[in-house]
């Protein structure tokens, strides 16, 4: 069955300092690959997301994400981190199957910003 | 466009009772999911339709949740009786299906969703 793995459940940073959240799963085929946030209290967004092309995705308010095939990883990075980046961060795939249209996520990395 | 609605977007109840939930996906849609999010399991997928039909519902935990979809515009989630443990915040999200994007697989919307609370 597919999986996928968030290995860091909550992390900590100061404003400027550099992120990456790491992202893998487990599936032989062909993936779609998303990052979502969800904000405190609210619902969840895309935040960027890969189905083919350059494996160096960017995203929206200065997210990126590499997609490794070789090691099944898909992180999410950010050169400095502001407050306001304070959410929950989760990975998710989805098999890129004709007519198949969900997601498995992982269970969400809670980022917190300290001013 | 409103993007998907949920309703209502606070549930307290009592153990035995009957909950439903509601959801209403963004128009023109074909795909519609439900999930459910807790501190335990974090983002379940429940069930999903596409075209109003239920296609995969092997996440639906016991026999007291049921879902509909009676038309493209409307869906309920139903959890009859309710229990403690079905205390969770419930999204509903919709999507196009692939073969009407460009791309493969097409971006899930989600709603606000609802806070259950089951006493």
């Known amino acids: 069955a597919q999986s996928v793995s968030q290995h860091n459940h909550h992390v900590i940073l100061s404003e400027a300092a550099s992120l990456e959240l790491g992202c893998n799963y487990s599936?032989?085929?062909?993936?779609?690959l998303f990052w979502y946030v969800q904000y405190p209290g609210q619902h969840l967004q895309l935040l960027l997301k890969?189905?083919?092309?350059?494996?160096l995705v960017k995203g929206i308010k200065g997210f990126e994400a590499e997609f490794i095939k070789s090691k099944f990883s898909f992180n999410l990075r950010k050169p400095s981190v502001q407050w306001s980046d304070t959410a929950e961060y989760f990975c998710?795939?989805?098999?890129?199957?004709?007519?198949?249209?969900?997601?498995?996520f992982g269970t969400g990395t809670r980022l917190t910003v300290i001013p | 466009d409103a993007g998907v609605i949920q309703s209502p977007r606070h549930e307290v109840t009592e153990m035995g009772q009957e909950v439903t939930l509601r959801c209403k996906p963004i128009?023109?849609?074909?795909?519609l999911f439900w999930y459910r999010q807790t501190m335990m399991r974090g983002l379940e997928l429940l069930i999903y339709?596409?075209?109003?039909?239920?296609?995969?519902d092997s996440g639906m935990p016991e026999d007291r949740f049921s879902a509909k979809m009676p038309n493209a515009s409307f869906s309920t989630l139903k959890i009859q009786p309710s229990e403690p443990r079905d205390s969770a915040v419930y999204f509903c999200a919709s999507s196009l299906s692939p073969g009407r994007a460009k791309s493969s697989y097409n971006e899930q919307f989600f709603g606000p969703g609802t806070r259950l609370t089951v006493l």
């Open positions: 339709f596409n075209n109003n039909v239920p296609i995969d």
């Open positions: 599936y032989g085929g062909t993936v779609n």
């Open positions: 998710a795939v989805s098999p890129d199957q004709t007519g198949a249209n969900n997601l498995f």
């Open positions: 890969y189905f083919s092309g350059d494996p």
């Open positions: 128009s023109g849609h074909d795909y």
